[in-house]
């Protein structure tokens, strides 16, 4: 099956309970790294025009949305009608809208978007190369991209302890609770393939993007990346 189709179908079948997943596998810590990428995009007095590609069921849409200022508008996209169908329900009555669409061929106008943001979804594009050169497409002169991704720890000791955690006792807890055991072998060992910043950065250079800096957080359980156009 093309990786697309299988994103599309694995996250449709674990939609309902993927909220509740990221939560207690992370033990919380999730919203905390939101929270660090809002205010990088959130920051300006000014309305904003944001992307969200790859928004799941709409929390980061949602954090986003709350945050920037008044007259704001997040647009929201997905390959996922189930968790678009989870969010839809979550964002009703908020200045969101969440489309279907694909993050490698997305259906809007150069230029449009004043911050183009990916929360734990990058890695899960089939072509990341252009994937990232389609978000910079959509980007404004000057705007900004952000986007948030699980990796691992460089730390030997902390990996073993990392690695043990993500391929033994999170895909147990993951079908305990949908009971869809592959797709909770799928997402850790996706995180374990997606580049470290010393290749991912010089990727986004490549991209065309300018001004490329990394956070860590966790020891290097979850990395923040911003760039400009």
């Keep these: 099956m093309p990786k697309k189709e299988k994103i599309r179908s694995l996250?449709?079948?674990?939609?309902?309970?993927y909220d509740r997943f990221n939560h207690i596998s992370s033990f919380g810590t999730d919203r905390s790294w939101r929270r660090k990428a809002v205010r990088e995009i959130a920051d300006t007095k000014e309305p904003i025009k944001v992307l969200d590609v790859a928004t799941g069921t709409g929390d980061f849409a949602i954090a986003v949305a709350k945050k920037a200022a008044p007259g704001s508008f997040v647009t929201g996209v997905d390959l996922s009608d189930g968790m678009l169908e989870v969010g839809r329900r979550k964002c009703q009555g908020m200045p969101i809208g969440l489309l279907n669409g694909d993050a490698e061929c997305l259906q809007f106008d150069d230029?449009?978007?004043?911050?183009?943001?990916v929360a734990f979804g990058v890695r899960n594009f089939e072509n990341l190369m252009q994937g990232l050169k389609e978000m910079r497409r959509v980007l404004k002169t000057g705007g900004k991209l952000v986007i948030l991704e699980l990796s691992y720890p460089k730390n030997r000791?902390?990996?073993?302890?990392?690695?043990?955690?993500?391929?033994?006792?999170?895909?147990?807890?993951?079908?305990?609770?949908?009971?869809?055991?592959?797709?909770?072998?799928?997402?850790?060992?996706?995180i374990l393939k997606f580049p470290l910043p010393e290749k991912f950065i010089p990727m986004l250079t490549e991209?065309?993007?300018?001004?490329?800096?990394?956070?860590?957080?966790?020891?290097g359980v979850c990395r923040m990346y911003i760039a400009m156009k």
Excluded: E, H, W
């Design 11 to 17: 996250f449709d079948d674990i939609a309902v309970k």
């Design 111 to 117: 230029a449009s978007f004043d911050r183009v943001c």
């Design 157 to 190: 000791l902390i990996f073993r302890a990392y690695k043990f955690y993500s391929l033994k006792i999170l895909p147990k807890i993951g079908a305990g609770m949908t009971g869809n055991t592959g797709a909770f072998t799928y997402l850790p060992d996706s």
């Design 207 to 219: 991209a065309g993007y300018s001004s490329v800096r990394a956070r860590q957080f966790m020891f």
